[in-house]
């Protein structure tokens, strides 16, 4: 299960002028000062297992409530980037972030491999319960839904305001975790995903590369 009521998704590329950079910056400086926040629990960042999945990397920060994602330490973070954090992210493309609530979690723990779905739904009782049987799955490690918050997801600040990677963010995304690969690939077809009543579907697999919990460095 996920640490917290609420997360931060973000899916992003890098040009590979900034590759090197990216991961020095994330491992050594982001990383730790995001799970310093108050209120953040755990951060992790995945990247993509092909070539179909895109963009290249999927990061998820685990917050206690979705007010601290609205408080003012985070706020403060991101109204104060560090000269790194501007030169990393000069690099970054395609970027979809959301701030969003945890609908629902269920399933033992981490996976090694999770598949991402980013889709528009009116009605997600449907995908609901699509998520709560995927968890029942064999070797599936968690099957999360979230709800993004548009007008949250949409603010600027001094960290993304001149920036001209931002795409839309997603108004609802699931997270399904599992030990491999195989283990997700029969799981939620566009087929099925459309017959709940999703359009607009995003969907990629990808491989952890990195986890940090809460950390007093900030």
Request: proline share 5%; hydrophobic share 45%; glycine share 8%.
């Amino acid at each position: 299960m996920l640490t917290g009521e609420a997360v931060v998704a973000i899916w992003n590329g890098i040009a590979d002028a900034g590759r090197a950079e990216f991961y020095a910056w994330h491992l050594h400086e982001h990383m730790p000062e995001r799970v310093g926040i108050p209120g953040f629990r755990r951060g992790r960042r995945y990247i993509a297992i092909d070539a179909a999945t895109h963009p290249e990397f999927f990061t998820l920060y685990e917050a206690v409530t979705f007010q601290v994602l609205q408080g003012q330490d985070y706020a403060n973070r991101l109204n104060a980037p560090t000269v790194w954090t501007r030169t990393a992210t000069s690099h970054f493309q395609n970027t979809a972030r959301a701030l969003a609530r945890v609908v629902a979690s269920d399933g033992p723990g981490m996976g090694g491999v999770a598949l991402t779905l980013r889709f528009h739904v009116a009605d997600p009782a449907g995908v609901a319960e699509l998520i709560r049987r995927c968890a029942a799955a064999p070797r599936i490690c968690g099957a999360h839904l979230c709800a993004g918050d548009s007008a949250a997801s949409d603010v600027r600040t001094a960290e993304s305001r001149e920036r001209t990677d931002i795409e839309a963010p997603p108004g609802w995304f699931a997270m399904i975790e599992a030990t491999d690969p195989a283990a997700v690939g029969e799981l939620l077809s566009d087929a099925v995903l459309t017959d709940a009543g999703c359009s607009r579907i995003a969907r990629g697999t990808y491989r952890l590369e990195y986890a940090r919990a809460k950390t007093a460095w900030a």
